[in-house]
C-alpha cells in the first residue's frame, strides 16, 4: 500500500516566524510532489509543486524535496494569520496515481 | 490560467431525487477530470476518474450506478447522484489536469458542490 504520510497537528506558529510542513512518501518511484492548501468548507488550492531534489521558491513558500530521504516540505516564511488551513501534500507515484495525504493543520497565532 | 467551473456550488434536495453536478475547464482541455468527496474533518476521498470519450474508472466501493459520470468533451464532466438518500450529504469537489502537461502536471479544483439530502 502506498503512503503519503504527514503530521495532522495542529502546528502553531507565531506570525512572522516560519512554517515548515513535512511530508514523507513510501514509493521511492515518485515522480512529482504537489502542495495543496485547503481553508475549512473550501476547495484545495495548489500552492507549489516540485520534480526535481532540492528547492523550490515562490515568493514565501519553499518546496524542498529529497528523493534520497522520500520526503517533502515546505516553507512558509513570515507566516500571516491568512496562512492557517490545512496544507495537504500529493504526490504522484511510479504509476502515475497521486496519493494524498491526510494534511496538517497550520495555526498561525497573532 | 487553470481555471476549473463547479456549479452548482451548493444544492439541498430530497431524498429519492437525482442531483447533477457540472464541472468546466475554462481556460484548457482536460482530459481527464477527477471527482472526489470530503466529509466533515475527513481526508478527500477519490470517487471516479473521468477520461474525455469514455468510461469513467471509480475507485472501490464507489457504486457506478449511483455516481454517474459523463465526460462528453475535453472541457465538460458530469456527475450526477442518483436517488439521493441522507449519507450522500457531502461535499463533492471535481479536479482536472491539462491534457498538454503530462501526468505529472498539478490538479486544479473547482470550487465543490456542498450536496445536503433531506
Known amino acids: 500500500q502506498k503512503e503519503v504520510e504527514q503530521n495532522s497537528g495542529p502546528l502553531s506558529v507565531p506570525e512572522g516566524a516560519i512554517a515548515s510542513l513535512n511530508c514523507t512518501y513510501s514509493d521511492r518511484g515518485s515522480q512529482s510532489f504537489f502542495w495543496y492548501r485547503q481553508y475549512s468548507g473550501k476547495s484545495p488550492e495548489l500552492i507549489m509543486f516540485i520534480y526535481s531534489n532540492g528547492d523550490k521558491e515562490d515568493g514565501r513558500f519553499t518546496a524542498q524535496l529529497n528523493k534520497a530521504s522520500q520526503y517533502v516540505s515546505l516553507l512558509i516564511r513570515d507566516s500571516q494569520p491568512s496562512d492557517s488551513a490545512t496544507y495537504l501534500c500529493a504526490v504522484n507515484d511510479s504509476n502515475y496515481q497521486l496519493i494524498w495525504g491526510a494534511g496538517t493543520k497550520l495555526i498561525i497565532k497573532p | 490560467g487553470a481555471v476549473v467551473s463547479q456549479h452548482p456550488s451548493w444544492v439541498i434536495c430530497k431524498s429519492g431525487t437525482s442531483v447533477k453536478i457540472e464541472c468546466r475547464s475554462l481556460?484548457?482541455?482536460?482530459?481527464?477530470m477527477f471527482w472526489y468527496r470530503q466529509f466533515p474533518k475527513q481526508s478527500l476521498m477519490l470517487m471516479a476518474t473521468?477520461?474525455?470519450?469514455?468510461?469513467?474508472?471509480?475507485e472501490q466501493g464507489v457504486e457506478k450506478d449511483k455516481f454517474l459520470i459523463n465526460h462528453a468533451s475535453l472541457t465538460l464532466s458530469t456527475l450526477t447522484v442518483t436517488s439521493a438518500h441522507p449519507e450522500d450529504s457531502s461535499f463533492y469537489i471535481c479536479?482536472?489536469?491539462?491534457?498538454?502537461?503530462?501526468?505529472?502536471?498539478?490538479?486544479?479544483f473547482g470550487n465543490g458542490t456542498r450536496l445536503t439530502v433531506t
Open positions: 479536479s482536472a489536469r491539462e491534457s498538454t502537461g503530462g501526468y505529472n502536471s498539478p490538479l486544479h
Open positions: 481556460d484548457f482541455q482536460a482530459t481527464t
Open positions: 473521468s477520461n474525455e470519450g469514455s468510461k469513467a474508472t471509480y
